[in-house]
């Protein structure tokens, strides 16, 4: 199964946010607590939406390939079993962030015409 979208990612394709969600705590003089972060660019935000779906693609991808099953000899036993989830879905990751198969591109094409033509 998938792994589900974060609040952040979801969050970026749907532009709503929860309650209290981006607010500095404020100190006891009234100013912001810390620096505020920069505003990350619309584009920015698709792209990296993109490249985490894709990146949840190829995690799927891998599953089904086989990679993460423990081998029958030399296995790590239940610890390998247990870890091997987080060890996919980092290749995942670093493989869509290298390039991947080309579909993160083809998502936030996709999706920056449907944030242009909305507009």
């Known amino acids: 199964m998938a792994d589900p979208l974060s609040l952040t990612q979801v969050t970026h394709l749907t532009g709503s946010r929860t309650p209290g969600a ?43 390939a086989g990679l993460g099953k423990s081998r029958e000899s030399f296995g790590g036993g239940i610890g390998e079993e247990q870890f091997s ?6 290749q995942a990751t670093a493989m869509a962030k290298a ?3 080309g579909l993160a591109e083809s998502i936030f094409k996709s999706l ?4 242009s033509d909305g507009q």
């Open 22 to 64: 981006g607010t500095a705590s404020a100190s006891p003089s009234g100013t912001a607590a810390g620096p505020k972060p920069a505003p990350e660019s619309h584009e920015a935000k698709l792209r990296a939406t993109a490249t985490a779906l894709e990146a949840t693609f190829l995690q799927e991808m891998l599953k089904q």
């Open 85 to 90: 989830s987080f060890l996919v879905q980092e």
């Open 99 to 101: 390039g991947g198969i």
């Open 112 to 115: 920056n015409k449907g944030a």
